[in-house]
């Protein structure tokens, strides 16, 4: 049986149109790690991310110190970046220009509509905040959100809830599932201000219907705000043809940004600008200024989206970002999602045919149309399994209570890779029990 699988796992890395981007990464970095299969919490560093940072340090920063802000060369795409949006140019444009480039390749958003500034949690909150001041001259004052969504969100909107006086409407979902239009609709009302949801689950990976979900929201009068860190990379997105008003995302996943990288925010443009809905974060930083470098009293915001800055751009942590996004428009968003179904079906395939007679099970939706990036299998003892995976050098992750994730990163995980690694967990359920 094994040798079947092998053949079959190479004829599929023979065939993949995508192959040749794994080359493209720091595989011999780790030399202990057989299987990497947690490429949806931290993705693999990329060699042009080596060279990429090593270049910035050396012709940016040195090259140019405080003249890097207003001037400079781009060097992860050896582009000329002195005439930003800002009128600026150099790093000081690198927010909405890196912004730009996220939502090019993976957003489906126009331009002027995505920046990069702070933690996912952080932009969270920003975005939160500036639709629930926005809703509340409508009498609008709940929020509704799923019992499992990521941990962040919830703890943000918990936070949020107790600062304004608003309600939080909590939608019981299943961990082996995920938010459905149904559950969504019998939560709307004529209070509600905001709906958010995760894309992707982060447990079972259950993929929701955005565009359906998002229509239902806009019905019942409310925004809308995805939180797109499990899908960004993997998954096709479409924010401006959906109708999104606002979403955030991670880039140290799918997009291979490294760990603590900068997070993205999305506001759509109808929500920019000086009319009287549009929206306005609370955290009022000089980088969010209109001018930042007045230098006077007041706070007036930058009408686009650039008011989502607060403080000083990341902008060595957006180095290793900018290669990721750069090959993922190499590879294009329709060929890395044709792999991840791929990838994740074949994950599939084994668990029933080598892990199910063990006892294991499978908490992610089996239709590919309703199936993120990554695969979720669950076993009372996962947690010891999982150690003891990590241990042989096969390294997935564990979610709470019994799951262990899968993560397939279609630019940097081979078929055979997942073979390998499940492989690996067959032999340890065998005699776990």
Not at 152 to 166: H, K, N, P, Q
């Amino acid at each position: 049986m094994t040798s079947t699988l092998r053949a079959r796992a190479g004829e599929l890395d023979a065939a993949d149109p995508l192959a040749g981007f794994r080359e493209e990464f720091l595989l011999d970095a780790a030399p202990g790690v057989s299987a990497y299969l947690d490429g949806n919490s931290l993705g693999r560093p990329l060699k042009r991310t080596l060279e990429s940072v090593q270049a910035f340090l050396r012709e940016e920063w040195g090259g140019r110190l405080i003249q890097g802000w207003t001037e400079g060369t781009d060097v992860t795409a050896g582009t000329d970046v002195t005439a930003g949006t800002a009128g600026t140019g150099g790093w000081m444009d690198w927010p909405t220009d890196l912004g730009d480039r996220i939502g090019r390749a993976a957003l489906g958003a126009a331009p002027g509509q995505t920046v990069v500034a702070d933690s996912t949690t952080v932009l969270f909150y920003k975005l939160v905040r500036a639709a629930l001041t926005a809703a509340r001259a409508q009498g609008r004052d709940e929020v509704v959100c799923d019992t499992d969504n990521f941990p962040t969100d919830r703890f943000v909107l918990e936070g949020i809830a107790a600062e304004t006086g608003s309600t939080l409407r909590w939608v019981e979902t299943d961990p082996a599932a995920g938010i459905t239009p149904e559950q969504v609709a019998a939560a709307l009302g004529p209070r509600t201000a905001l709906a958010t949801f995760s894309h992707v689950a982060y447990r079972s990976g259950h993929l929701a219907d955005a565009a359906a979900i998002t229509a239902l929201a806009h019905e019942a009068g409310a925004l809308v705000l995805w939180d797109l860190s499990h899908s960004v990379g993997s998954v096709d997105l479409a924010l401006d043809a959906w109708g999104v008003d606002l979403a955030v995302g991670c880039t140290y996943k799918y997009l291979n940004g490294g760990p603590g990288a900068p997070a993205f925010a999305y506001l759509a443009a109808r929500h920019q600008g000086d009319h009287p809905g549009a929206l306005r974060q609370p955290v009022q930083g000089w980088m969010g200024h209109a001018d930042p470098f007045a230098m006077g009293s007041g706070y007036q915001p930058d009408p686009s989206v650039r008011q989502l800055i607060s403080g000083t751009p990341p902008v060595v942590a957006m180095v290793p970002v900018r290669a990721g996004v750069e090959q993922l428009e190499r590879a294009g968003i329709g060929a890395v999602r044709a792999k991840s179904v791929q990838l994740t079906a074949f994950a599939l395939e084994l668990a029933d045919e080598l892990l199910a007679p063990h006892g294991v099970t499978v908490a992610t939706p089996r239709d590919p149309a309703r199936r993120g990036g990554h695969v979720t299998l669950r076993r009372e003892d996962f947690r010891e399994v999982n150690a003891a995976l990590w241990s042989r050098g096969v390294v997935p992750d564990f979610r709470a209570p019994d799951g262990i994730r899968i993560g397939l990163a279609p630019l940097s995980t081979s078929f055979t890779e997942v073979l390998d690694g499940i492989l690996a967990l067959q032999e340890i359920v065998e005699v776990a029990r």
